[in-house]
């Protein structure tokens, strides 16, 4: 069965540390790969996809996410994160060949940014 | 543009009976999904509705229904309500079934 793993429940740092959230799925077809992020008291929202081509993409507010086939990951990267950053971050995987579509979410990872 | 709206935003139900919540798809999107966000947990994929038909379901029972009607708006219908039931229902659209999806801002459902 597909399914879609956060490794990180929570995570805290400082401003302009390095941020890298783990996702990995199991599912042997093609996948549609997003990123979605919660701010507090706001809707989920994309950050970024991968559909095809460059395995790095690149998304909103300075974020990016690499797709290694071979390890099943799609892990999300900021190279500095700010004190906006501080919502709820979650990695969700679609599989593009079936018949039928089903999306799976992560549990998701809280990210608290230190001031 | 208007985005995705769900309706209502707040709902209380007794253990037994049933509900209906509503969504409403951004313009020009012809796919709905709908998921269930229990506290702390990621959203759970209940099903998809692609041009009217259901493209795809969770692992939810079959007192757990759906429409989408012409306008592509789509209708989640919940059965003997449960305790376990009470949640936030998030209905999120897409242009196409596997495109990125824009979220409503769900409704929140007690069961008590």
């Known amino acids: 069965a597909q399914s879609v793993s956060q490794h990180n429940h929570h995570v805290i740092l400082s401003e302009a540390a390095s941020l890298e959230l783990g996702c990995n799925y199991s599912?042997?077809?093609?996948?549609?790969l997003f990123w979605y992020v919660q701010y507090p008291g706001q809707h989920l929202q994309l950050l970024l996809k991968?559909?095809?081509?460059?395995?790095l993409v690149k998304g909103i507010k300075g974020f990016e996410a690499e797709f290694i086939k071979s390890k099943f990951s799609f892990n999300l990267r900021k190279p500095s994160v700010q004190w906006s950053d501080t919502a709820e971050y979650f990695c969700?995987?679609?599989?593009?060949?079936?018949?039928?579509?089903?999306?799976?979410f992560g549990s998701g990872t809280r990210l608290s940014i230190r001031p | 543009e208007t985005g995705v709206t769900q309706s209502p935003t707040h709902l209380i139900k007794t253990r037994g009976q049933q509900v209906t919540l509503r969504c409403s798809s951004q313009?020009?999107?012809?796919?709905v999904s709908w998921y269930q966000q229990a506290l702390g947990q990621g959203p759970q994929f209940i099903f998809q509705?692609?041009?009217?038909?259901?493209?795809g379901r969770g692992n939810f029972p079959p007192r757990f229904s759906g429409l989408q009607f012409p306008n592509y708006s789509s209708e989640l219908n919940v059965n003997a309500l449960e305790l376990d039931d009470s949640a936030l229902y998030l209905c999120?659209?897409?242009?196409?079934?596997?495109?990125?999806?824009?979220f409503g801002p769900g409704t929140r459902l007690t069961v008590t």
């Open positions: 999120a659209s897409s242009l196409e079934a596997g495109y990125e999806q824009y």
């Open positions: 599912y042997g077809g093609t996948v549609n």
């Open positions: 991968y559909f095809s081509g460059d395995p």
């Open positions: 969700a995987v679609n599989a593009r060949d079936s018949s039928a579509s089903k999306i799976i």
């Open positions: 313009s020009g999107h012809n796919t």
């Open positions: 509705y692609y041009r009217e038909e259901e493209n």
